[in-house]
């Protein structure tokens, strides 16, 4: 309890003393690209071999002559949609970009760096935290997008490349019944965990105190924190809006 | 100038100062020396607003920091610059981007502005041609002057320096002291330095407080320290078999 009073005044602190716009704007623009580009390659190669596995071990699965193959895309895609891109995607978000932010800021408080903000006026908090979080939530559903698509695309090459089902029939699938809901029911996951992501990691590399080893630790406390927090979010998510 | 007034501290349950008080002049180098934990980083943290005293108060020319509303704060902060024992330079920017780093987010200058005051501040610690250098690049020494010219480039009224020698070879160690004195006497500012190095005492040490164990036990400065009556600051003083040998030397003549 008394972390979750710590995290929450951390949360807090993020909105006063703030700088100017422009200031904010320069290093969200800066965070985005090492939250959101940089994790475009991880991201393509998870989602697209998901994807294909989905495809051939739904295929494994639906043997009946009664079940028709467009069954097949129609799994890959509601599973896609609703769970792998938003949820399983953030695991690996949390792996790479929650890592990130927390060693970055343990580094910078036990070489004083953070200290050097405050002695000079600035809320290192709001400085330092705001535009990571801030380039999360723009980054991360962007990020699932591209997942979700480049997954179902992985099925589709996966799929008809050994023969499991034909180009017409995955598409056939794919746009099955297609509920629009579930691109929002994954959009409002994939804010909702950028923003545990971000600032869980912050919050664990933001009061690292130690040395080399206490980064590694609060690094690592951040992924596996990170991921707890994911997935109740997630069962939350699903009870309240499915 | 800077006061403090009775400034006491503890951490978990632990007192680790004891009601400090002290005045740091203008345009002189204020010394705070003692052994390792004695509390000096400590009391150089109550001073800047990084840890709040539970008792006391800081006075910058007249005006109470420590129970002064944020608004003040930041305005005395702002007029604050401080060298950090490691240089705290920050490590994703080059030593240009380091030292106008203040002049970004504090000031409205135009770039060339502030390019300009950054190559005077360069130059005024004797480093040209580093500016595209990385931290990783340079030399321990070189990333203390980098934190100096940091610290002062935003015009700053008051240097706060916590050992500045720490790590560095004794030649390199005495060119920082004589920087820190030049600039303080230079700019007219107040500068408060931690150290625990007696070297520094004897070069620049325009007023010394002697901390032990949390508590002031002596103030002068580098000419009347060595006729101190305090049996911890003279086992301070001449834990150094050079000052023993100097001692004796003295005795004998």
């Given at each position: 309890m008394k972390s979750l009073g710590k995290y929450l005044i951390f949360i807090a602190t993020l909105f006063v003393r703030r700088e100017s716009i422009g200031?904010?704007?320069?290093?969200?623009?800066?965070?985005?690209?090492?939250?959101?580009?940089?994790?475009?390659?991880?991201?393509?190669?998870?989602?697209?071999?998901?994807?294909?596995?989905?495809?051939?071990?739904?295929?494994?699965?639906?043997?009946?002559?009664?079940?028709?193959?467009?069954?097949?895309s129609?799994?890959?895609?509601?599973?896609?949609?609703?769970?792998?891109?938003?949820?399983?995607?953030?695991?690996?978000?949390?792996?790479?970009?929650g890592s990130n932010i927390a060693g970055e800021l343990g580094t910078m408080r036990i070489t004083e760096q953070i200290d050097a903000l405050e002695v000079m006026g600035i809320n290192s908090t709001s400085y330092l935290v705001l535009p990571k979080i801030v380039a999360a939530l723009l980054m991360y559903p962007m990020l699932v997008v591209l997942a979700a698509f480049l997954s179902m695309y992985g099925g589709y090459l996966a799929g008809t490349l050994t023969g499991e089902i034909t180009g017409t029939e995955y598409i056939y699938g794919i746009r099955y019944e297609f509920i629009e809901y579930n691109i929002a029911f994954a959009l409002i996951k994939s804010v909702v965990f950028a923003?545990?992501?971000?600032?869980?990691?912050?919050?664990?590399?933001?009061?690292?105190?130690?040395?080399?080893?206490?980064?590694?630790?609060?690094?690592?406390?951040?992924?596996?924190?990170?991921c707890?927090?994911?997935?109740?979010?997630?069962?939350?998510?699903?009870?309240l809006l499915l | 100038m800077i006061e403090i007034q009775n400034i006491?501290?503890?951490?978990?349950?632990?007192?680790?100062?004891?009601?400090?008080?002290?005045?740091?002049?203008k345009g002189r180098t204020n010394l705070i020396i003692g052994a390792s934990g004695t509390g000096k980083s400590v009391l150089l943290k109550n001073i800047v607003g990084l840890v709040q005293p539970d008792e006391g108060h800081v006075l910058y020319d007249g005006r109470d920091f420590t129970s002064g509303d944020k608004a003040l704060k930041t305005d005395v902060r702002r007029e604050i610059g401080m060298l950090f024992q490691g240089g705290a330079l920050f490590d994703s920017k080059n030593v240009e981007q380091n030292v106008m780093?203040?002049?970004?987010?504090?000031?409205?200058?135009?770039?060339?502005?502030?390019?300009?005051?950054?190559?005077?501040?360069?130059?005024?610690?004797?480093?040209?041609?580093?500016?595209?250098?990385?931290?990783?690049?340079?030399?321990?020494?070189?990333?203390?002057?980098?934190?100096?010219?940091?610290?002062?480039?935003?015009?700053?009224?008051?240097?706060?320096?916590?050992?500045?020698?720490?790590?560095?070879d004794p030649q390199t160690s005495i060119v920082i002291d004589n920087l820190i004195k030049e600039i303080t006497e230079e700019l007219s500012i107040t500068t408060v330095v931690v150290t625990h190095d007696m070297n520094s005492v004897m070069e620049i040490g325009d007023y010394v407080m002697?901390?032990?164990?949390?508590?002031?036990?002596?103030?002068?400065?580098?000419?009347?320290?060595?006729?101190?009556?305090?049996?911890?600051?003279?086992?301070?003083?001449?834990?150094?078999?050079?000052?023993?040998?100097v001692r004796h030397q003295n005795h004998t003549e």
């Open positions: 200031t904010y704007v320069r290093l969200v623009i800066d965070e985005s690209i090492k939250i959101g580009v940089n994790s475009i390659f991880i991201f393509a190669i998870v989602s697209s071999f998901m994807g294909a596995v989905t495809t051939i071990q739904t295929a494994y699965n639906l043997i009946s002559p009664l079940i028709p193959n467009y069954v097949i129609l799994v890959v895609r509601d599973m896609t949609i609703l769970e792998l891109a938003p949820t399983i995607m953030a695991i690996v978000f949390a792996g790479k970009v923003f545990l992501v971000s600032s869980i990691s912050a919050y664990k590399g933001f009061f690292t105190k130690g040395g080399a080893l206490e980064v590694g630790v609060a690094s690592t406390s951040a992924v596996t924190n990170s707890i927090a994911i997935l109740l979010a997630d069962y939350l998510l699903a009870q | 006491s501290k503890s951490f978990d349950g632990k007192q680790i100062l004891h009601n400090i008080s002290g005045t740091f002049e780093f203040p002049l970004n987010v504090l000031t409205k200058m135009s770039k060339e502005e502030k390019l300009d005051r950054v190559n005077i501040c360069l130059e005024k610690v004797g480093l040209e041609n580093v500016n595209k250098k990385m931290p990783s690049e340079i030399s321990g020494g070189m990333k203390k002057r980098v934190g100096i010219a940091r610290a002062i480039v935003n015009h700053s009224k008051y240097l706060f320096c916590d050992e500045p020698n720490s790590g560095l002697f901390i032990h164990q949390g508590h002031k036990l002596w103030e002068g400065n580098n000419q009347n320290i060595f006729d101190c009556n305090v049996k911890e600051l003279e086992d301070f003083i001449f834990a150094n078999k050079l000052m023993r040998a």
